[in-house]
């Protein structure tokens, strides 16, 4: 198989993926597909991973963005969960130092709120135990002025109290690709920009798939003796194309979360508060920026094309207004956003707020595995499950065996420490080594903080630009970003580039545009991009930007303007 998981590779392995028929095929390059891939690879089985756009673009690029430790199914009563949720957390933090990172969480409590003074302290303490949280970061409550005084900003009518406790951050899109990459260094083979657009069987059993890479046009037919679907929000439009649609189906809610500088709403720390119509939003601080999320609506549009309207701006602006009343933010103070969709499983009578966020598995007549529901926190877990089941399906077609998951000692690319035991020394090296480069400590900090380890794949491809007394560039610091992302990480668009690889489009937007051009010219200059191609790559960018600029008034707004353009 090629060696590098590289855009000029793409043919190639697409030619590798048809040549011999695989054990597995996963259909979806989020966060679901990607775990499964390297799983199953981990496992010694032929696996391959085709991915209808890019990677994480689907909703493993548009969530809250948090390795949650589980609190909400101790409301619900779920203590296996709990512990399940609290085990897989402390895995990817050891990991995935570089992307999945502890930090602190304030849960105001006040009268008459959903959360009561001591059964926040009960429950904390419980899912402390259960979780396995390390004694740092156990929860601790703070009384009133305790409280104020670790966030001063928050509406102090009728406040108790909170709970201050921890939630780990991460980079959605990222942490999707370094697994993929992981994936990719444990054998398996992976394309993004190739759908799949039909199934292919053999005595009326799925095996193998059509499939066509949208960006040469090029059809293949790839088979396999298991095909996985994971494809998230479009899991019933792959089982559609098997004509298996019964059963259980999906129900599609879509949350929305808004960005603003950092002093327009300077928190301190996280706070997870209740809104007035008793939902929960998070306000979650990242470097020059605060993020908050979410809305959770039914949703029933185009699933390519989920968006942010004005009602649901507003709505999380008043919701961040009443907690913090004397922020007063505004529309024109939202700089970015986004919206995703929750694949969550229907079940009759419950609202979008009430669906259960746990993913299940779903075997068609034909032998199409769907695994569907779910969150982030999870996936290794689901990765397990549906591995465990490819694996007795193969062993009973073909005897045999495979060994159990390990993929809880798999370090993810990125998350090597370089012979240090503690990941922050390994940063520090990391950072000194990229000042000595001439690299400013600003941009050495933002690719440490998203490549992790291998930020030293990007320092190499430096050396020999500038010189002692010369440092790089923007231009060459650029260059070098950008041929990592192609060639060692599959980029093949600038607007992926500006919003997968760097989360430029989310958190810093202002960049993402003035960098657009100069990234279009150098992706260009190195894929061999023509003119018209360039002019495609710049119309894409530009609708990125425009979706964030301009907001359709609400969803029924929306749905003219999604036929407008499909017209
Ligand atoms: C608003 C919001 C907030 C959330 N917050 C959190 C959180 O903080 N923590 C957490 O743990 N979880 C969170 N979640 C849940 C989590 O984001 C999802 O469970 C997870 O990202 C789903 O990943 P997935 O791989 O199943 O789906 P996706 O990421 O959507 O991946 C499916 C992929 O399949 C591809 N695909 C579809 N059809 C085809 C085809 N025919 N051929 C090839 N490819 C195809 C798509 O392009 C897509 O990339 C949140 C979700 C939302 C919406």
Redesign the pocket.
Known sequence: MNKNFSAFNRSAILAGMAEQELDLLV????????GIALDASQRGMRVGL???????????????????GGLRYLKQGDVKLVREVGRERAILHRNAPHLVIPAPMLLPIYKGGTYGYWTSSVGLYIYDWLAGVERKERRKMLNREETIRHEPLLKQDGLKGAGYYYEYRTD?ARL?LDIMKTAWSQGAAIANY????EFLYRDGKVAGVK?KDRRSGQTWEIRAKKVVN?????VD??RQ?DGSLQGKRLFL?????LVVEKEKLPVRQSVYFDTPDGRMVFVIPRGNITYI??T?TAYKLDINQPRTTREDRDYLLRAVNAMFPQVKLEAKDVVSHW?????LIYEEGKGPSELS?KDEIFLSESGLIT?A???????RKMAEKVVDLVAEQLVQMQGGSFPACRTDEIVISGGERLGHADYADCKQELLKKGVALGVEETIAREWVDTYGSNTLHIYERLEGTGSRVRKPSEEELLKAQLSYAIEAEMTVTAADFLRLRTGWTYFQVKKAEAKAETVIRLMGDALGWSEAERERERAEVRQLLETIYRLPENEAELAQALVMQNS
């Open positions: 259909i979806g390059g989020g966060i679901t597909g990607a085709l991915e209808q756009n890019d990677f994480g673009s689907g909703t493993s690029s548009r969530s809250t963005k948090l390795i949650h959605d999707t190739v759908q799949v657009t499939a994971a494809a998230g929000p479009w439009n792959v194309l809610t879509k949350g929305v979360h999320g979410t959770d919206a995703g969709l929750r694949p966020r695994i529901g779910g969150k982030l926190t999870g996936f």
